[in-house]
């Protein structure tokens, strides 16, 4: 059963950039035609991806997000990463990290607050 659990800090600041991380077990993230997401959803709107990162490095990005978005891994550690620069508080929002064939596999979430 593959486990995602997300880290980062709660609380960012207007401008800066926020990392997060993503935790694999149960699973690798060089596992053939494996897709590792990130998804969030801000208070009270829907889900928003926000992009992905295959089981060979290959990156895909949301348009709407791609100037602003990177997403790694750490094969060592079998770790996702997402960073996003510049946030402003419409970033605020629990993010998540998602996989598996219709993205049956979730973490639990992180809740991120933009504000000064």
């Known amino acids: 059963q593959v486990q995602l659990q997300e880290s980062g800090p709660g609380l960012v600041k207007p401008s800066q950039t926020l990392s997060l991380t993503c935790t694999v077990s149960g699973g690798s993230i060089t596992t053939k035609n494996s897709a590792w997401n990130w998804i969030r959803q801000p208070p009270g709107k829907g889900l928003e991806w926000m992009g992905a990162?295959?089981?060979?490095?290959?990156?895909f990005d949301s348009p709407s997000l791609k100037l602003h978005t990177s997403i790694s891994r750490d094969t060592s550690k079998n770790q996702i990463s997402l960073q996003l620069t510049s946030v402003t508080p419409a970033d605020t929002a629990v993010y998540y990290c998602?996989?598996?064939?219709?993205?049956?596999?979730w973490g639990q979430g992180t809740q991120v607050t933009v504000s000064s």
């Open positions: 998602v996989a598996g064939p219709g993205w049956r596999y």
């Open positions: 990162i295959g089981w060979d490095g290959t990156t």
